[in-house]
T-cell receptor, first 115, second 116 residues
Framework: AQSVSQHNHHVILSEAASLELGCNYS??????LFWYVQYPGQHLQLLLK??????LVKGIKGFEAEFIKSKFSFNLRKPSVQWSDTAEYFC?????????????FGSGTRLSIRP | EAGVAQSPRYKIIEKRQSVAFWCNPI?????LYWYQQILGQGPKLLIQ????????DSQLPKDRFSAERLKGVDSTLKIQPAKLEDSAVYLC??????????????FGPGTRLLVL
């Protein structure tokens, strides 16, 4: 069965620190991968997504993620975080077009940035 | 562009009561999703509509939950009767179309349900 693991439940960083949030998935076929973010008091919104092509994906606000197929991973990175990056981050996966499977979300990682 | 609208924003009921949530997707979006998000967990898909047809409802507890999307626009999700474990945030999302999973979903603010 499909699953998504986000091992870091709460990450605390200082401004300007580098960020890497882990995401591992379990799925045997072609996948689409997503990172969604929920800022305090706001709706869930898409940060970036991968469905084919270059495994290094650029998103909004300086975020990027790298799809490593051999490791079943899609880690989120940012070289220098800001206080405004404080939010909850969700990794999600679904099967590719041929399987048309439903999207599965991880349990989320809460990121707190110290000013 | 108006976003996904949901109402009510908060609801408190007693167990065994009924409750209904309403969602209005972004205009022109063919696909609509309902999710349940329990505290400390990620959203779990309950049901997905493509226009007014159901694409996936495999995780919808059909003995107590029901959903409809009349005319392929607005949707309602109902719980009857509610249980304590139904306490959660119910999220509605929409996407332009269903293109095999690549599409971006746009989420509403959610309805926070507390069952006492």
């Amino acid at each position: 069965a499909q699953s998504v693991s986000q091992h870091n439940h709460h990450v605390i960083l200082s401004e300007a620190a580098s960020l890497e949030l882990g995401c591992n998935y379990s799925y045997g076929g072609t996948v689409n991968l997503f990172w969604y973010v929920q800022y305090p008091g706001q709706h869930l919104q898409l940060l970036l997504k991968y469905f084919s092509g270059d495994p290094l994906v650029k998103g909004i606000k300086g975020f990027e993620a790298e799809f490593i197929k051999s490791k079943f991973s899609f880690n989120l990175r940012k070289p220098s975080v800001q206080w405004s990056d404080t939010a909850e981050y969700f990794c999600a996966v679904n099967g590719g077009y041929s399987s048309a499977s439903k999207i599965i979300f991880g349990s989320g990682t809460r990121l707190s940035i110290r000013p | 562009e108006a976003g996904v609208a949901q109402s009510p924003r908060y609801k408190i009921i007693e167990k065994r009561q009924s409750v209904a949530f309403w969602c209005n997707p972004i205009s022109g979006h063919a696909t609509l999703y309902w999710y349940q998000q329990i505290l400390g967990q990620g959203p779990k898909l309950l049901i997905q509509f493509q226009n007014n047809g159901v694409v996936d409802d495999s995780q919808l507890p059909k003995d107590r939950f029901s959903a409809e999307r009349l005319k392929g626009v607005d949707s309602t999700l109902k719980i009857q009767p509610a249980k304590l474990e139904d306490s959660a945030v119910y999220l509605c999302a929409s996407s332009l179309d269903y293109s095999g999973g690549e599409e971006t979903q746009y989420f509403g603010p959610g309805t926070r349900l507390l069952v006492l």
